[in-house]
């Protein structure tokens, strides 16, 4: 047992233990993104009373439970992925079907936000079985507080954009659109890809979340056209998970004359078509006379 997680063990049974911890029920608990010290009382003791562990990646779970002193058999985990879901959920079922308490971990943060858990909570819950989430670390949250967004209008999480070039290219233009902060998510072997699609936002303001939590957690905001170069600057801004805050848009106040010509255009075309050509005409902010067009047609 690493000797710094001995007390938080004891911490752990004696904040936790009182507590009521119902039997048939799926325990869906957040683990660190990266700092083993970002862990819940409550998760280090579920993760000691449950009968068993349904986890993303066992030899991952392993080794965790192992850096926290918890010694848990093989025998005790179960694989539930992306790949086995559906089925690897009906396990689960059977086990809380005979009174048991199952935990579900993902490798990293909280389950079933861009990670495997969503089919397994949703099939538990179908078939009337309880499902108790434990809070914890969250990259989605962690990059927002951060980020410094002031906006009042909320986020958006979008998680992993399409892997493919068209389908990246058509979702960025989607995001070109979204006058709310939108959150992000990118494996470092496709970073570089992301940080040119997202250029053509231009100004707008992106806040890149690199290895946080961990040793050389990397915060930085700048302009989307200059996140490409950005990350060129030094090789090993390419290591590591990314969570990306792209900043709420200034919405531009319009002329009478581009809600002039949206009032003409809009009787006649598609709204999308309407605020192009508008924009054109005008030469005024696309975002702006988007959000007049909506509240025309409202």
Known sequence: ????????????????????????????VATPIGNLADISLRALHILQKVDVIACEDTRHTQQMLRAYGIDRPGAQLLAVHQHNEAEAAQAVIARLA??????????????????????????????????????????????LSASGMTGDKGFVFTGFLPSKSGERQQAVQALAQETRAVVLLEAPHRIEALAQALAVLGQRRV??????TKQFEQIETMAAQDFAAWLAEKPERLRGEFALVLHDAPVAETSGEGLRVLQLLLPELPLKTAVKLAAEITGESKNALYEQALALKK
């Open 207 to 212: 806040t890149v979340g690199r290895e946080l």
């Open 98 to 143: 005979q009174g048991e308490r199952v935990a579900y971990v993902s490798d990293a943060g909280t389950p079933a936000i861009s990670d495997p858990g969503a089919r397994l909570t949703a099939a538990v819950r179908q078939a009337t079985y309880r499902v108790l989430p434990l809070p914890g670390a969250s990259s989605v949250i962690t990059v």
């Open 1 to 28: 047992m690493s000797a710094s997680f001995a007390p938080a063990l004891a911490a752990a049974r004696d904040a936790a233990g009182p507590q009521n911890h119902p039997a048939s029920t799926l325990y869906v």
